[in-house]
DNA sequence: TACGATACGGAGGCTACCTCCGCTTTTTCA
DNA sequence: TGAAAAAGCGGAGGTAGCCTCCGTATCGTA
């Protein structure tokens, strides 16, 4: 259903120890302090020299990338979830709805993974079409029930719903009406709409 | 209609010449490379030492302010000038329209200024009013219209809007069409539109 | 022109990013 | 099992950006 993503977790034994104390440190430090942790604070929280971070993590986009792939791979599942217990364009609503809640309280992940999403790392072009494969299975229900326009594109969907993560200090009911226009906006307008359902 | 920004242009004719030269070479740089250029390069750029620099912008966001005054202006200007010229809908459409447009081609301005939007110092506190009172002009021409929803907050859309030009490589076409998304959020669904104008 | 007020500029302290390389640990294999 | 090879460790130190401080220069005025 979903490609595994790449991650390449090393093989020595100290190796791979360090770099989950990595994973888990930088994990905790970016859901604390927001993404812009300093690296050094990070390794010093896995009590791991600075050296050791960066030969594995040649830049702050790897750590970002190795701490992302869990949260993904969540954001995938639920897709898959809500499609089996909701009609089409609940289960649409429902995710992005997850997306934005989920990604406020782990400040602003997904707005940092709508921006990574524009790039073209392997990494990230195996996390779209993840991301795509889940969300084209609920957008394409939703179209189909005729619930939601037929010309939309779903990253021009995930885009605008990242977007509402972006702002330094969105609170959750702020995020609920910015997604309800967004979801609003899907939806045919009266003269388009061939057969209501 | 609107009251002035507050600006403090220095009055010793020197300082008002580096002044000047200053905010002249940030709104270049900040145009070229985005607002997180160095400030030693905005310095150098201006012919200037660091220090003066710092003296007259004692951070990074006093120099946005200082550049931000004259786009905040024209952004309300704008408004204005679609207000006249064009029936509610179509003058609110316009006057989002260019928000983005403006955006896109001055880098994450406006995205910057959206976010800045929320923040709570004195100059922020004035723009907002302005950008408040001449977007409600247009906002509440639309809803009287009934072409636009009695429920929106003119904050919340500016919001997403300013979210749609915060991605890192948006282009033209994908902006119009998430901006197309959210203007069709903004209008009164089938069963809930009073009497269509 | 002379003097007080104002402004200039860059050295330098601090922090973060990232590289490099001598030393240590793990793994392998005879 | 022990020693060589492979892999990994860590932090010193180079670079760059942020910002402050203060000796020097310039401006405005009388």
Same mark, same amino acid.
């Given at each position: 259903?979903s490609?595994p993503?790449?991650t /390449?977790r090393?093989?020595?034994? *100290?190796?791979r120890?360090n770099?989950?104390l =990595?994973?888990s440190?930088?994990?905790?430090a970016f859901a604390e ?5 300093s690296?050094e !604070?990070?390794?010093?929280?896995a ?5 050791t971070?960066?030969r594995?993590?040649?830049n702050?986009? +790897? =750590? @970002? ?5 869990? !949260?993904i791979?969540?954001?995938? *599942?639920?897709?898959?979830?809500? +499609?089996?217990?909701?009609g089409?364009?609940d289960a @649409?609503a429902?995710w992005l709805?997850?997306f ?8 602003s992940?997904?707005? !940092?993974?709508t #921006?990574a999403l524009?790039k073209d790392?392997?990494f990230f072009t195996a996390?779209k079409?993840n #991301? ?5 299975? =609920?957008?394409?229900? +939703?179209k189909?029930?005729? /619930?939601?326009r037929?010309?939309l594109?779903l990253? *021009?969907i995930?885009?605008?719903v990242?977007?509402i /993560? ?6 959750r009911?702020? +995020?609920?009406?910015?997604? !309800?226009? #967004?979801l609003a ?5 009266? *003269?388009?709409?061939p057969s209501p359902a």
């Amino acid at each position: 259903m979903s490609t595994p993503l790449p991650t /390449t977790r090393p093989a020595r034994a *100290d190796a791979r120890r360090n770099y989950d104390l =990595l994973v888990s440190a930088a994990r905790e430090a970016f859901a604390e302090h927001g993404t812009d942790t300093s690296l050094e !604070e990070i390794a010093r929280r896995a009590g791991v020299g600075i050296g050791t971070l960066y030969r594995r993590f040649p830049n702050r986009t +790897a =750590l @970002l990338e190795a701490v992302y792939v869990d !949260e993904i791979q969540s954001v995938c *599942d639920r897709a898959y979830g809500y +499609a089996e217990k909701l009609g089409p364009y609940d289960a @649409l609503a429902a995710w992005l709805r997850s997306f934005v809640g989920y990604s406020i309280s782990k400040k602003s992940l997904a707005g !940092e993974l709508t #921006v990574a999403l524009g790039k073209d790392s392997e990494f990230f072009t195996a996390c779209k079409v993840n #991301v795509r494969e889940a969300g084209e299975l =609920l957008l394409n229900a +939703a179209k189909k029930e005729g /619930t939601v326009r037929e010309e939309l594109q779903l990253m *021009d969907i995930l885009r605008l719903v990242g977007g509402i /993560t972006m702002g330094r200090d969105m609170d959750r009911d702020q +995020a609920e009406r910015l997604l !309800e226009i #967004v979801l609003a906006g899907l939806k045919p307008t009266a *003269d388009e709409s061939p057969s209501p359902a």
